[in-house]
């Protein structure tokens, strides 16, 4: 910094550590074919909301989970979709995500 007499000086340093979010959600395969896998590994357990949503956020299936455990894990039924993208959401008391997978 300089200041108004023309002298320069340094203001501290400061660290600063971002904790690391020890969530994380997984889908396999993708694209998928007839099924879709899907894991979520955080410490909440509860209730889980799992929708389909087609590009225009259109619902096209949901499902109801209960997740008991840091790891959950399940496989959903997409066989009656259409060749397409589509957007797989998981929606729980502290948790909303989003990932999009295509259909084959």
């Known amino acids: 910094m300089i200041y108004?007499?023309?002298t320069i000086g340094y203001s501290?340093?400061?660290e600063i550590i971002f904790q690391q979010s020890r969530d994380s959600f997984f889908i396999s395969p993708n694209p998928a074919?007839?099924?879709?896998?899907?894991w979520l590994r955080n410490n909440v357990?509860?209730?889980l909301n799992v929708r389909?949503?087609?590009m225009q956020g259109r619902t096209l299936r949901n499902w109801a989970f209960v997740k008991?455990?840091?790891?959950?894990?399940?496989s959903i039924d997409i066989?009656?979709?259409?060749?397409?993208?589509?957007i797989i959401q998981v929606i729980g008391t502290t948790v909303w995500i989003a990932r999009p997978f295509i259909s084959k």
């Not at 074919?33 to 899907?38: E, F, I, K, T």
């Not at 066989?79 to 589509?86: A, I």
């Open 45 to 47: 357990t509860g209730n």
């Open 52 to 54: 389909v949503l087609d």
């Open 12 to 14: 501290a340093t400061r």
């Open 4 to 6: 108004r007499d023309g």
């Open 79 to 86: 066989g009656q979709l259409s060749t397409g993208s589509y």
């Open 33 to 38: 074919v007839g099924s879709l896998n899907l």
């Open 68 to 74: 008991q455990d840091e790891l959950w894990t399940q």
